[in-house]
């Protein structure tokens, strides 16, 4: 049910579940500790009240013959009638009876349950009864600080609290209680007044928590949108406002870097596309226009010039060559970029060298003048694809070649983890070292060449996919350009 709801009702609801939870626990520590206050004080009051040693009546005589009246006191049960209870006339005689008397003209705060030796009570001075128990009498003849509290019921039904002392002369016990009815009422009201603040507190955090959630969930309601937007439209421009350093903050980073991201790989397909079309064009092109003049040809029953028929075959075939290896490199840069080295297997990079070195020097003994290839090579291990990495070096030696005079001489040294392959041809002008390894950009004054201006793109990504780096600097003396491939590794395996 909870995941059906929005998360902004959701959040609202576990906010006011929790304070829910908080405001009932808070209620509750609270009544419980006011009804121990309230019982601990009823107690108190209940032993604090005192209880009659001795209940007298006196008894007045007719004044003697020398004017003194002569007083008899009668000692009464404590069960007595109060108007049995004469005030003894005279102050200041007998003062602890004046007192006593005093004490008990009217009604006591604290009832009070006189209880013989049999069990028999009564209710002292209109106090109403309280049921004895058999265990009451236990405290008969006790000393007079032995006391007994439990819970208990009047003669009306009433819940009361009993405290139990033993009588001055040991004929019987006291009950002393008072009635739970006002701090059951007393209680009654916290409780209420409790429920209504809960109720209202409850609310309170209900609402505070949709307003909350409303405000720190709009700025997700603000990516959703955009991420709608951006499904419906495929308008990846849009962008997030990023303030903060919160978690909103960080995802609003992310959306910004994925939507940036998705752009650029968008565009440089659309740039692949377009590159890729206009060089494969110049080739069908061509072959094209062979096929054409063959076919026509044929059709006509006019035969072509042995030697022209000869030149349009190898230009097609040529054309065919470079048709080929140009889909092959772009079926390369086709397949995703790695950001972390595609393999994890140890590779031999003086092997890779080798290898590309052998694959290489035909091409440039073909040549009219052969371009030769000089090597210098050190141990050198790496991780990655030796085949990327092979194809890397085979890129960097045909460019070399490619440019070299006729019967130069290209350098080829590993050292230390670094690959320099050295020419001394024409060179790259400082303005163009910044473009040698984009997509299809060739130096406008080797536009004319054969190739297709992947070679070297494809080299800096299978480095990069290794972990190392590519560059392509003018030579030191200024005669030719330097390529430096360098790579993470040690000298022994």
């Given at each position: 049910m909870m995941r059906r709801l929005p998360l902004r009702s959701r959040l609202a609801l576990l906010s006011a579940v929790a304070v829910a939870l908080a405001i009932a626990a808070v209620s509750l520590v609270s009544w419980f500790a006011v009804r121990d206050r309230l019982y601990g004080q009823m107690d108190s009051a209940i032993g604090s009240s005192q209880t009659p040693p001795l209940f007298a009546r006196y008894v007045h005589a007719e004044p003697d013959m020398s004017g003194q009246v002569s007083q008899t006191q009668v000692t009464l049960s404590p069960c007595a009638p109060p108007q049995q209870l004469e005030p003894r006339p005279g102050p200041g005689t007998d003062p602890g009876h004046e007192e006593q008397n005093q004490l008990f003209s009217q009604p006591p705060a604290t009832s009070l349950t006189f209880v013989d030796a049999r069990g028999v009570g009564c209710g002292v001075l209109n106090s109403t009864e309280v049921k004895s128990e058999p265990g009451d009498l236990d405290l008969v003849g006790a000393p007079p600080d032995a006391r007994r509290w439990r819970d208990g019921v009047d003669v009306k039904g009433q819940q009361v609290r009993v405290e139990v002392v033993p009588a001055p002369r040991g004929d019987g016990v006291f009950l002393k209680s008072q009635p739970f009815q006002a701090v059951d009422d007393s209680l009654t009201s916290l409780a209420w007044l409790l429920a209504a603040l809960s109720a209202l507190g409850i609310g309170g955090a209900a609402t505070a928590g949709l307003l909350v959630s409303r405000a720190a969930l709009r700025p997700v309601h603000q990516l959703t949108d955009a991420v709608e937007?951006?499904?419906?439209?495929?308008?990846?421009?849009?962008?997030?406002?990023?303030?903060?350093?919160?978690?909103?903050?960080?995802?609003?980073?992310?959306?910004?870097?994925?939507?940036?991201?998705?752009?650029?790989?968008?565009?440089?397909?659309?740039?692949?596309?377009?590159?890729?079309?206009?060089?494969?064009?110049?080739?069908?092109?061509?072959?094209?226009?062979?096929?054409?003049?063959?076919?026509?040809?044929?059709?006509?029953?006019?035969?072509?010039?042995?030697?022209?028929?000869?030149?349009?075959?190898?230009?097609?075939?040529?054309?065919?060559?470079?048709?080929?290896?140009?889909?092959?490199?772009?079926?390369?840069?086709?397949?995703?970029?790695?950001?972390?080295?595609?393999?994890?297997?140890?590779?031999?990079?003086?092997?890779?060298?080798?290898?590309?070195?052998?694959?290489?020097?035909?091409?440039?003994?073909?040549?009219?003048?052969?371009?030769?290839?000089?090597?210098?090579?050190?141990?050198?291990?790496?991780?990655?694809?030796?085949?990327?990495?092979?194809?890397?070096?085979?890129?960097?030696?045909?460019?070399?070649?490619?440019?070299?005079?006729?019967?130069?001489?290209?350098?080829?040294?590993?050292?230390?983890?670094?690959?320099?392959?050295?020419?001394?041809?024409?060179?790259?002008?400082?303005?163009?070292?910044?473009?040698?390894?984009?997509?299809?950009?060739?130096?406008?004054?080797?536009?004319?060449?054969?190739?297709?201006?992947?070679?070297?793109a494809i080299a800096a990504r299978a480095v990069r996919e290794a972990g190392g780096s590519v560059t392509l600097e003018a030579a030191p003396d200024g005669v030719g350009a330097v390529a430096r491939l360098r790579l993470p590794g040690a000298g022994t395996e």
């Open positions: 937007h951006v499904a419906r439209t495929e308008d990846l421009t849009i962008r997030m406002p990023v303030s903060g350093d919160d978690e909103i903050a960080r995802l609003s980073e992310s959306f910004n870097a994925m939507t940036a991201a998705l752009q650029a790989s968008r565009d440089e397909q659309k740039r692949l596309v377009d590159d890729a079309g206009h060089e494969l064009r110049t080739p069908l092109t061509s072959l094209r226009t062979a096929i054409d003049l063959l076919i026509r040809s044929e059709e006509s029953g006019r035969a072509l010039p042995e030697g022209k028929r000869t030149e349009l075959l190898t230009g097609a075939r040529t054309q065919m060559r470079e048709l080929t290896v140009l889909i092959a490199d772009l079926l390369e840069l086709s397949r995703p970029e790695q950001a972390a080295p595609a393999a994890t297997r140890p590779v031999a990079l003086h092997d890779v060298v080798e290898n590309a070195i052998e694959r290489v020097r035909p091409r440039g003994a073909a040549r009219e003048i052969p371009v030769t290839i000089a090597a210098k090579i050190e141990p050198w291990f790496t991780h990655g694809d030796a085949a990327s990495l092979e194809r890397a070096v085979v890129n960097l030696l045909d460019n070399a070649v490619k440019f070299a005079p006729p019967g130069s001489e290209v350098d080829v040294r590993l050292m230390r983890g670094e690959l320099t392959v050295r020419d001394r041809g024409p060179g790259v002008p400082p303005e163009e070292l910044p473009h040698v390894f984009e997509r299809f950009w060739r130096s406008p004054s080797a536009r004319a060449m054969p190739g297709s201006g992947l070679g070297l």
